[in-house]
């Protein structure tokens, strides 16, 4: 297996194709954005930093039966997963209230659900990913019935997983971002990443923002934040 051309080149990631037509190397960036783009950063060691927490994750994920795309890290940056084409839909499970949620309802941030939300966007960057319910992802055919319930039922399960995880490392996980790919047989696994870009986390006792979040509104210490939270995932992998 030998690293090919880049072929895509995101926000936060480049692909690069490999002489095994199934396989791709997805190659973290420092690069930061938010605000679809408007405001743009680096983070220094980000892109060390989500790797190797999105493998860590997707490889606790996959031993309680989430399929994901992750195969093997090759370097700090740099890891090997499963070619997918990617589900044009973002689906964003909460478990307290925070960032668009508390700005669209009106509501405080910190507020905890009794049980979790789940909700979807259409992935495209042009239209600044707009919120879509059930029936306009089906009515856009970017999932099947069948697949939106099987997405639903891991999307669930990984907040289950997740949640009760970052609780040992005393991190609150107020809500994250999936994304799901199909390989060529029709078969959805998780894809992309589960990181501080992706996710909302909390000091469980202090409540102090330990992701993304640092950045977008500009509260300082970003890079300590990104640190600290992988300290924390580190010493109980
Ligand atoms: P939101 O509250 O801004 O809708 O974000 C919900 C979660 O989704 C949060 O953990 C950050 C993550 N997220 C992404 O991963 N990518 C995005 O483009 C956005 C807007 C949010």
């Given at each position: 297996?030998?690293?090919?051309?880049e072929?895509y080149e995101g926000k936060a990631k480049k692909l690069?194709?490999?002489?095994?037509?199934?396989?791709?190397?997805?190659c973290y960036k420092d690069d930061a954005t938010a605000f679809n783009g408007l405001k743009k950063g680096t983070i220094l060691g980000k892109g060390i930093i989500n790797n190797?927490?999105?493998?860590?994750?997707?490889?606790?994920?996959?031993?309680?039966?989430?399929?994901?795309?992750?195969?093997?890290?090759?370097?700090?940056r740099?890891?090997?997963?499963?070619?997918?084409?990617?589900?044009?839909?973002e689906?964003?499970?909460?478990?307290?209230?925070?960032g668009s949620?508390?700005?669209?309802?009106?509501?405080?941030?910190?507020?905890?659900?009794?049980?979790?939300?789940?909700?979807?966007?259409?992935k495209n960057d042009a239209l600044g990913d707009?919120?879509?319910?059930?029936?306009?992802?089906?009515?856009?055919?970017?999932?099947?019935?069948?697949?939106?319930?099987?997405?639903?039922?891991?999307?669930?399960?990984?907040?289950?997983?997740?949640?009760?995880?970052?609780?040992?490392?005393?991190?609150?996980?107020?809500?994250?971002k999936?994304?799901?790919?199909?390989?060529?047989?029709?078969?959805?696994?998780?894809?992309d990443e589960?990181s501080p870009d992706t996710?909302?986390?909390?000091?469980?006792?202090?409540?102090?923002k330990?992701d993304k979040d640092r950045f977008r509104f500009d509260l300082g210490r970003v890079e300590?934040a990104y640190?600290?939270?992988?300290?924390?995932?580190?010493?109980?992998?």
């Open positions: 297996m030998e690293k090919g051309q072929i690069y194709s490999t002489t095994n037509p199934e396989l791709i190397i997805v190797k927490m999105s493998n860590l994750l997707m490889q606790h994920l996959e031993k309680i039966g989430i399929p994901t795309q992750f195969v093997r890290e090759l370097n700090d740099e890891t090997l997963v499963k070619k997918v084409r990617i589900i044009a839909l689906v964003i499970v909460r478990n307290i209230a925070a949620f508390a700005k669209h309802y009106g509501v405080e941030e910190g507020i905890v659900f009794e049980h979790p939300t789940i909700e979807f966007s259409y707009p919120l879509l319910n059930e029936e306009h992802a089906l009515a856009l055919k970017l999932v099947s019935k069948e697949e939106l319930a099987l997405i639903k039922k891991y999307s669930f399960k990984i907040n289950d997983v997740l949640k009760a995880f970052w609780k040992e490392c005393a991190v609150t996980l107020v809500d994250f999936l994304e799901f790919g199909k390989l060529t047989d029709g078969t959805i696994i998780l894809a589960i996710s909302r986390l909390w000091d469980s006792k202090t409540g102090e330990l300590e640190a600290e939270i992988f300290k924390r995932l580190e010493a109980h992998t």
